[in-house]
């Protein structure tokens, strides 16, 4: 080989090289958490790595979308935050990458099976249950009982009265659906929703958004995760909540590395630091109050005690399948959505 040619080739190696350093400290992040949380996780992570992070903030079923529709070419790197059922898809679409942290010991065992159970390719980095939040003043202004069960939430005082999500958007709404389905057969599950249906006055784009409405005074009673309402209380707001008597699911909010990911080094420097107990406090200071899956992280006490709680056996392995989920929101949108109000 020539002098010249043997330059060009140096010259193209050195620059593959630190075209890849360069890309080495960028991190694409999908973010399903609330926004505060995400700020707060990704200048962290942006300041104590060196990495530059570009966050793109997506509720679960879009950010699941985006990575179908990206598949063949991958802009995002790593997905963290929201409900497990959509990271779970992504995980049988081969849209995540296998991965085993050296942490997966320290977690607890509901984040440790949900790793295993969708082949190593999501975990849990926090968990929080399925509830009612309710204003306490409108509920007092109308002398009406908060809701304490499942079976509450069809009285005839509170038409118009209650906001959920929609599960084609949120995994909080698809967390209540296969959680009626689980608790009560599924028949009996859609007769339930569409019950309900009469009382809804909105169904949202985000899960968090009925929570907002009911503290608000846009509604008088939500289903939500039940760790949204601290964030709300701390502002001022007349929220209470309480998780139904029959029994209930919770959220395992994920996190996935991406298949075919740019920045697969960054992926992983930041999926083993979002496992740490300092990262995992973030929750908290964002004002979220979700159980941290690393069982070292010092807890805030207003994390709702699981101990308390009737949950059922949710099956995230069957209810966490594309196929299930695709027939469960068909239906729900063909026999309640299609409803009239």
């Known amino acids: 080989m020539s002098f010249h040619r043997t330059w060009i080739a140096l010259t193209l190696a050195a620059t593959a090289t630190a075209a890849s350093a360069q890309g080495s400290q960028t991190l694409n992040?999908?973010?399903?958490?609330?926004?505060?949380?995400?700020?707060?996780?990704?200048?962290?992570?942006?300041?104590?790595?060196?990495?530059?992070?570009?966050?793109?903030?997506?509720?679960?079923?879009?950010?699941?979308?985006?990575?179908?529709?990206?598949?063949?070419?991958?802009?995002?790197?790593?997905?963290?935050?929201?409900?497990?059922?959509?990271?779970?898809?992504?995980?049988?679409?081969?849209?995540?990458?296998?991965?085993?942290?050296?942490?997966?010991?320290?977690?607890?065992?509901?984040?440790?099976?949900?790793?295993?159970q969708s082949g190593w390719r999501?975990?849990?980095?926090?968990?929080?249950?399925?509830?009612?939040?309710?204003?306490?003043?409108?509920?007092?202004?109308?002398?009406?009982k908060a809701p304490h069960c499942w079976i509450d939430l069809l009285s005839p005082t509170l038409k118009g009265e209650i906001q959920m999500a929609n599960p084609n958007s949120s995994g909080t709404a698809y967390t209540m659906v296969a959680t009626l389905v689980q608790l009560m057969g599924e028949d009996p599950a859609f007769q339930y929703l569409k019950q309900l249906h009469t009382n809804v006055n909105q169904y949202t784009r985000s899960g968090s958004g009925p929570i907002k409405?009911?503290?608000?005074?846009?509604?008088?009673?939500?289903?939500?995760?039940?760790?949204?309402?601290?964030?709300?209380?701390?502002?001022?707001?007349?929220?209470?909540?309480?998780?139904?008597?029959?029994?209930?699911?919770?959220?395992?909010?994920?996190?996935?590395?991406?298949?075919?990911?740019?920045?697969?080094?960054?992926?992983?420097?930041?999926?083993?630091?979002?496992?740490?107990?300092?990262?995992q406090q973030f929750g908290a200071t964002a004002k979220q109050f979700q159980l941290p899956s690393n069982k070292a992280t010092p807890l805030d006490p207003r994390i709702p005690d699981f101990r308390k709680i009737k949950f059922v056996a949710y099956d995230h392995g069957r209810y966490g399948k594309s196929a299930e989920r695709k027939r469960l929101i068909e239906r729900w949108e063909r026999d309640v959505n299609s409803l009239p109000r």
């Open 122 to 144: 999501t975990v849990g980095v926090y968990s929080g249950p399925l509830g009612f939040g309710f204003n306490t003043e409108l509920l007092a202004k109308k002398k009406l």
């Open 213 to 279: 409405a009911v503290a608000r005074g846009e509604a008088m009673v939500s289903v939500s995760f039940v760790h949204d309402a601290p964030g709300e209380q701390m502002q001022g707001f007349p929220v209470a909540t309480d998780t139904p008597c029959e029994g209930t699911g919770a959220e395992i909010g994920s996190m996935s590395l991406v298949k075919g990911a740019r920045n697969a080094e960054s992926a992983r420097k930041f999926y083993e630091w979002a496992l740490t107990p300092a990262a």
């Open 29 to 116: 992040l999908i973010c399903s958490a609330q926004d505060e949380w995400c700020t707060l996780m990704s200048t962290t992570f942006s300041r104590t790595s060196g990495i530059k992070v570009n966050v793109l903030k997506r509720s679960t079923g879009e950010a699941l979308a985006q990575l179908i529709a990206e598949k063949a070419n991958p802009k995002a790197d790593v997905w963290f935050g929201g409900t497990g059922d959509p990271h779970m898809q992504a995980a049988e679409l081969d849209l995540t990458q296998p991965y085993q942290s050296p942490s997966l010991p320290q977690l607890h065992a509901w984040a440790q099976d949900q790793a295993k």
